[in-house]
């Protein structure tokens, strides 16, 4: 996603606050996925660990569908 916020190109008391899908708090914090790679998979030919970054509801702990894409 384009962060349009950073040129002021848009007016974000327009835009939607996103809420949980389950409590419905507008809270979201930070998270991490960690995928684990196999060797075979790898670029470097070794095990490796991906971390991928997504939100998780501050209230509940759930992590929106949209921020998960392809990645669960």
Known sequence: MKDLTANNEINLEKAETMKCEECD???FTIAYLIKKISAIMSPI???????IQVYTCKNC??????FLGDVD
């Open 25 to 27: 708090s507008s809270l």
């Open 61 to 66: 702990g759930e992590i929106p569908k949209i």
């Open 45 to 51: 030919g070794q095990e490796s660990l991906a971390p």
